[in-house]
């Protein structure tokens, strides 16, 4: 048992294991379990032959999701993501990929391992010489089972009052680990393709339900709340809020929820926004953004600027709407050094060839010079035809003079 190691504090793209923040670990002849500041299992990862790669590891997120970091024999993956590791869920996702370590044996050991874990320390800490801090630590770890874990879960849901269905493509840079607050629900478009889609109009969360999430995030995170750095502002279309309560909010939820006190260097803020929230857009909003205490990503859905796929993808929407806010992405990521904003097109091998011609026109005649910022996401529609689409990414990522990478659809 080692207690309060101490992590990473920068996030960094590396092709072996680091752990970022404040981490205490209990190791068995089997398996490494490690856990937050509030006791609750952060990673797992086995330790025998079997175990299938060393540099392979379990996480789990903060909404009781468990996430297998496969290494996918480090081939092409970081070409493919912008990161080393190719993340392996156990919801429906869009992945191209068909890893599925949870169905091998070595991996539900390890998780079986973990099931058993409280009740044989609430056994130890009975017959065992312990320290008062191993002793506090070992019963915070034995209280956060399996069970108290998922309660945790609905909870968060509970003071969100909504679930968080998706993340940002964006906060792939900090592992996902964003502190959540939603600040509008719904959406403009009900576009037909959407798997994340709300049947409810675009609404502004009131300000006094800000505050009450907020009041109660801060406890519910409790001492791990040194372990975040950054904020997610959702829902699907935040950015519409507007400037005053987009500014306002950040600002609250960056005193309230400490976050300048982060053992992890710098912080984040990562929104979704829409085509017609964009182009609506003061340029005194980005301004602002650009001025907050965070380096900010804002990412848009623009999906198509092909017409014919527009109508298919039922988006309410001219495809020279969708051309404007390319442009105007460009030019802000050329304005703002701490602002980034990102866009996410959609692919498929049944899209029209209209579709993939726009795509290319945009990301490669829109620049005269390739330019790394601003990543363009692609999101795959099916898993149809897997190989020939990864293909058909390899050779848009040779032309294009943005970032370009696949959007992996993860929950928080």
Request: hydrophobic share 35%; charged share 25%; aromatic share 12%.
């Amino acid at each position: 048992m080692r207690l309060n190691i101490s992590g990473s504090r920068r996030y960094e793209k590396v092709s072996y294991p680091v752990r970022y923040g404040l981490l205490s670990e209990i190791i068995t002849s089997r398996h490494c379990f490690q856990f937050n500041l509030n006791g609750e299992i952060k990673f797992l990862q086995g330790s025998g032959h079997d175990w299938p790669h060393p540099s392979e590891w379990l996480k789990r997120s903060a909404g009781n999701h468990w996430i297998y970091y496969d290494t996918g024999g480090y081939n092409q993956i970081f070409d493919y993501l912008g990161e080393y590791y190719l993340p392996c869920f156990t919801y429906n996702t869009n992945s191209l990929w068909d890893a599925d370590p949870f169905r091998e044996s070595p991996v539900q050991e390890a998780q079986d391992a973990f099931q058993r874990l409280s009740h044989e320390l609430k056994h130890h800490l009975k017959d065992g010489d312990w320290s008062e801090e191993e002793k506090t630590f070992l019963m915070k770890v034995a209280s956060m089972d399996s069970r108290a874990l998922k309660e945790r879960a609905g909870q968060l849901v509970s003071i969100l009052k909504g679930r968080v269905s998706v993340l940002p493509p964006d906060t792939r840079h900090v592992d996902y680990d964003c502190l959540p607050l939603i600040i509008a629900d719904g959406c403009l478009y009900h576009c037909a393709f959407c798997r994340i889609q709300s049947d409810q109009d675009f609404r502004n969360r009131s300000w006094a339900d800000i505050q009450d999430q907020l009041k109660q995030l801060r406890p519910f995170y409790g001492s791990d709340i040194r372990n975040y750095n950054s904020l997610f502002l959702g829902q699907h279309d935040a950015l519409l809020c507007g400037r005053d309560r987009i500014v306002s909010t950040a600002l609250q939820a960056y005193k309230i929820l400490e976050m300048e006190r982060s053992y992890l260097e710098g912080s984040h803020l990562f929104l979704f926004g829409s085509v017609d929230s964009f182009l609506r857009a003061e340029e005194g909003l980005f301004e602002e953004l650009n001025k907050l205490p965070f380096r900010t990503w804002l990412n848009l859905g623009l999906e198509s600027a092909d017409q014919e796929t527009l109508d298919l993808l039922g988006k309410p929407l001219r495809a020279r709407k969708v051309e404007e806010a390319f442009r105007r992405l460009i030019a802000i990521n050329r304005n703002y050094d701490r602002l980034e904003v990102t866009a996410n097109f959609v692919i498929d091998l049944t899209l029209p060839s209209g579709h993939w011609e726009a795509l290319e026109r945009l990301i490669r005649e829109g620049l005269p010079h390739y330019v790394d910022k601003g990543a363009i996401y692609l999101s795959p529609l099916s898993r149809n035809g897997s190989r020939e689409l990864r293909q058909r990414f390899r050779e848009l990522k040779m032309k294009s003079r943005l970032p370009l990478y696949l959007y992996l659809l993860q929950q928080l």
